[in-house]
Structure formats: C-alpha cells, structure tokens
C-alpha cells in the first residue's frame, strides 16, 4: 500500500444554500455507508468529496492531503476519487477497453501501457472477453462491471460509490454486490445507499444523515443495534419508538406505556431517552382488544400499505404520530376490509420487544 | 417509397405536402429542362468562370476554417453560459442567421471599410481589407459561421453533463476532457454544423458584393458571377447554377454517410 493510501477521508464542511454542515471521518481502508432519506445531503456529500461542489467553510481532506479548506481547492481531476454513480457512464464513443484505459491515458500513460491496465481491471470484473464491445451493446450490469473497472484502474486513494446498484434488476445487483465486496474491500470507500443488503454486506461502518447533518456514525452493528432515527431503523428492518425509560422494561412512548425486555447490552436508564424496537412481523392488527397474555396494544390509525414480498406491510400510526409497521397476510388485510385512516389496534407481545438506552445525538468524534 | 403503416397521418395532409415538395422540385426541374447540357465543359472552362469557381471554393475553404476554429470555441462557452447574458451573447452571435445579407455587408463595409470605423486606423497600418479576397472570407464567415455554432451549442447542451465529470474524477485535465469526451460527443453536430457553415458560405452573395464587391478573380465568387451573366450570358449562368446545386447536393447527403458508416 502507498504512504496515500495509509490515510482515511475526513468531511467537517458547511454548504450553505443547501443547509449542510456535515461532519464524519472513513477511517483507512474502511467502508463507510451514508444512510439518510432523500434530501438529507447525500448528495451534498458525494460533491464534496468529489469536487463538484466547494465547501462554504470547513474543509475536506483525503488520503492525507487538504481536497478543500479556506486556502485550496483541488479540482475533480487532481483528487484521485474513483467515483461510481447510479449509471455507469461510459463514453460511447469509445469500446469497452478504451472506457477502462481512459484513466490511466489521462494520467500520462501510453497507450499500450494503459490498455495492458485496462486488461487486467476488466479480467478483476470477469469482462476481459467483451473488451472490443461498445457501450451500448452491454447489459445494464455489464456496463456497472465495466464502470468499476474503469474507476479502479486509475489507483484512486478514496473510492466513492452513489448508489452503485440502485439502476440494477434483482440479479445484477446481486452479482455486481459481490464484486464490489471483493474489489473495494481494503479501500478507504465512501457508499451511499438506500438498501440494507448493501450494509450488511459492504459497510464496515456506518453514518446516518438527516437534514443536512450526520446524526450517528459508528461501526454497522452498534449504529443498527439501537437505530438512531426512523430512517435507519427502516433499513436495519425493526420498528423503533423513541420514547422515555421508566421502570424496567418499560418506555412511555407512542402516548402509552410500552412493555418489553432490556437489553442488557444497551440498558436505558429510568429516566432517560429509550428506544423500544420491534420486528414488523411480531405486530399483528386488530379491530377489537384480543384477550390472553400479556401484550402491548396500542390504538392506532392506518396511514399507507405496501407490498412486502409475499405479505402486505401495512404502516400505522400510534396517537403521538410514530410510526410502526405491520407485516399481515393479503387475506388478513382482506378480512379486516382496511384502509387508510381506519383506527385499530396494534398489538405485540412483551417479549418480542427489545428496550434500549437511545443514542446520544450528534455524531462521536464530531467538530 | 411508402408511408410506415404505425405512423398513419390523415390522408389530407397529403395534398398540402405535394405542394410543398412541388414548390422546390419544379423550379429545380425547370432548370434541368433548360440547361445546355452539351455546351456545360465549354461554358464552364471560360476564364471568368474558372476564376469565379476557384474563388469559391478557396474562399469558402478558408471562411470554413475560420468557422471552426472561432465558431468552436463559441459554441463550447455558449453551452456553459446561463443567465440573462447568456441569452445577450448567444443572440449577438447568431444574429447573422436572421440578419438581410445586404446590411450584412453594410456594417462590415462600415466598420472595417477604408473609411470605416475601424477600417480608418487599419488602413493608416497600410491594412485595407475592403474589395479584397479576405473582404470576400470575412463575409463569408460572418454570415456563415453562426450556422455552426448554433449546431454544435445546441448539440453540447443536450450531452449529458456526467460523462464530463467522470472523466474528471478518471484524472482528466479540462483540455483533456474537451478533446476526448465533449467534442467527440457531439462529432456529428460538428461534421453536420460544418458543411451547412460550408454550405452557406458558398452561396453567399448579398453581404459579399456590399463588402467586397465585384472583381474577377478577386472578389466575385460564383454566385456574383451568375447574378452578373444571367441575363447577357444565361447559359453560362445555368451552367454555373448546375455546379452549385450539385456542389450543394453532395454537402447535405455527406454527413450522414459519414455518421451512418461510423455506426
């Protein structure tokens, strides 16, 4: 590994006009996933590492050397950032070898010398045979492959990956996930993504956006184990109410007392924040209070409906405004004749819900 | 010939079509009936037309170049400009297009003229470009050039904008990226916006004659060179005509077996 590439990426910068001020640090050689909704700053990220876009203050530093603060400015080609977008991008009036060769031509290579690369990064991605095609002649996740190749074949310091699988059908999304799991692994990468799949398999890291700022960070599993917004908690698959601790195993939040367990882990504090999480599969919807064990039920109103694999997600909302969800059967939500704006119950049982002390707010390591 | 069957118009729309196409293809006709044929190598190998054909195409070589090398960068600057001057600079740059050849050649004659506002102090440098062959390029490029930039700016800015920075981020320089990624993109709007430049340049006559006036050999192109014979020699006229029109023909079909061979 080179002396740049020994060095993480650090972001502290504000952008005004889109009210950012954004913190977090991709330690060397780890891969950072950038939760958020849309909007969040995503996006405002990704152009700051990139160089579209010039930090109002702050600064921004990669590989150990300053991509922007009060003095400098390195514009988008002097970063080496290999950036990966939605689309792959190839030039269209140059073959598969010449897309991949483009890089390393840029930076000074002869042409033999950059096609020899360009081989070799398209043989890494399993394309070495398509070599002579043109853009247009490849599958939506050949032409990603190909993009990956290319971005990589110039040795960037920091690999910058938007929603690299989010323009792919099920099975290329698949494939092309692995490859990246192989490929970027020991980089020092940034990802932006809006599935969970791709956490589980990519991140080493992750760090939640929300209006313009980074909310958390930490390592995947400490960040997902107490999600720290609705957000998050929809990725990580687990409803989560935020609501206060007060005796053990109890959270008033969604303008009633929620009964669960604690997790010894992450145990509240009577008194303090608490997060009660759920799975959506452990609710189940009622029109008139069930009888028997000891349960949760809350009134609720239905607020949207969506298909979740063989079973309907159905999204309601407790008297305070959280939201939970629901997984039923098409026939159960057929019986109970629902649609948006009904009022039920929404009941589960204790012993599925899992309290946690919630997340300080604001990022560690922060400023 | 025939109509694509899922692309069915109303059967109407037929009869104002016909007229239209009648309108350019009798004329054209017309002329064909008249044309001398047998007598053409001999109208054509006169000493005033060889002088007039040569001057063309000599001068429309060189207001082409002169096209591409301005014209280029314009256009590339234009496509990058928004705002209310953007909207100023690209109306002055393809005013020409709309602007009557003969005031054409009245604000170049009036501003780069013997007596003209710049055109004085020139001439003081012993610089006279009125009635002479560069008068001749200078109208030509000025009345002809906007049709190429006003091609290829158009074509820049429906390119997508992403490949520029990809290229960027794969550690390309600005220069690098406008010659490996931009203009190749927009290659057929350059070969295309070129030869009507071309195109346009070699019919020019109105801001030529004003500006240049009508020497042989100097200054009088072929379009000069019919005005003034066709009604004391119209048979060498239409001789010339022909030569234009074929010169035409060729320059309209060339970009597209060009663009469809490249494919």
Known sequence: MSDSAAAGLAVHATVTVRGCDLHLEVAPGRTLAIIGPNGAGKSTLVGLVSGELRPDSGHVHGAGRPFADASTFLPVHRRRVGYLAQRPLLLPHLDVLDNVAFGPRARGAGRREARDRAREELREVGLADLARRRPIELSGGQAQRVALARALATDPDIVLLDEPMAALDVAAAASMRTLLARRVSGRTTLLVTHDALDLWTLADDVAVVEQGRVVASGPRDEVLAAPPTGFAADLAGVNRLLGVAGATGVVSAGGVEVIGIDDPDLPPRPGQPALALFEPAGVSLHLTAPSGSPRNVWPARVSGFQPHGPLIRVRVRLLDGQQVAADVTPRAMAEMHLGEGDELLAVVKAAQVRVVAAPAPGPPGSG | ?263
Request: hydrophobic share 55%; glycine share 6%; net charge positive.
């Open chain 2, 1 to 263: 010939m025939s109509l694509a069957p899922d692309t069915a118009v109303p059967r109407w729309l037929l009869v104002p079509a016909s007229a239209a196409l009648a309108l350019v293809a009798v004329p054209l006709i017309g002329l064909m009936v008249r044309v001398p044929w047998a007598q053409i190598p001999r109208l054509l190998a006169t000493p005033a037309a060889q002088d007039a054909l040569w001057l063309s195409l000599r001068t429309c070589a060189a207001s082409t170049v002169l096209s591409l090398t301005l014209g280029l960068p314009l256009a590339v600057v234009l496509s990058r400009l928004t705002g209310h001057w953007a909207v100023m600079v690209r109306t002055i740059s393809v005013l020409p297009m709309v602007l009557p050849p003969v005031v054409a050649g009245l604000v170049l004659l009036i501003t780069l003229g013997r007596r003209g506002v710049l055109g004085q102090y020139l001439s003081v440098w012993g610089v006279d470009i009125g009635f002479t062959t560069a008068a001749v390029v200078i109208a030509q490029t000025f009345v002809s050039m906007p049709y190429l930039v006003i091609t290829v700016e158009g074509a820049l800015r429906s390119t997508d904008r992403a490949l520029e920075v990809v290229a960027a981020t794969l550690g390309a320089r600005p220069t690098t990226v406008l010659r490996r990624v931009t203009l190749p993109l927009v290659g057929p709007a350059i070969l295309g916006g070129t030869t009507v430049a071309f195109a346009r340049a070699l019919g020019e006559f109105g801001a030529t004659l004003t500006f240049a006036g009508s020497l042989q050999g100097t200054t009088r192109t072929l379009p000069l060179q019919i005005y003034l014979q066709r009604e004391t020699d119209t048979n060498q006229a239409l001789a010339l005509s022909v030569v234009l029109i074929a010169l035409a023909s060729v320059l309209m079909v060339a970009p597209t077996l060009v663009t469809r061979r490249s494919r």
